[in-house]
């Protein structure tokens, strides 16, 4: 038993190759975490919560906390847009427990 297979007039079988496309996926946006310097937040307070929130070690956390000691913003680290919400609101409410008036934002980086 032999199978058919017609041609058309410029030799195609017909047989294709089915392809999958795979969608694209985007990246998500990263952002900065940033603290901002204040003159009443003990530098030490600034150590722990860097820490504490953002797995720095003390080394690196005193180094984060003098940059923002001295330049006013430091960086706390890069993350996706729901962890540095997250990150934003921990230190927030953190600070605010213990009544300092450390800022914490994040921007897009």
Request: net charge positive; glycine share 6%; hydrophobic share 35%.
């Amino acid at each position: 038993m032999s199978k058919d297979i017609r041609r058309s007039d410029d030799g195609d079988t017909g047989i294709g190759i089915a392809t999958k496309t795979r969608p694209k996926t985007k990246r998500p946006s990263l952002y900065r975490v940033l603290l901002l310097n204040d003159d009443y937040t003990p530098m030490e307070f600034v150590v722990h919560v860097l820490e504490r929130f953002f797995n720095k070690s003390r080394d690196e956390a005193t180094q984060i906390m003098l940059h923002v000691h001295q330049h006013g913003v430091g960086e706390c680290g890069v993350f996706t847009y729901e962890v540095a919400e997250t990150k934003v609101t921990q230190v927030m409410d953190f600070a605010r427990k213990h009544q300092h008036p450390l800022q914490c934002v994040m921007e897009r980086k």
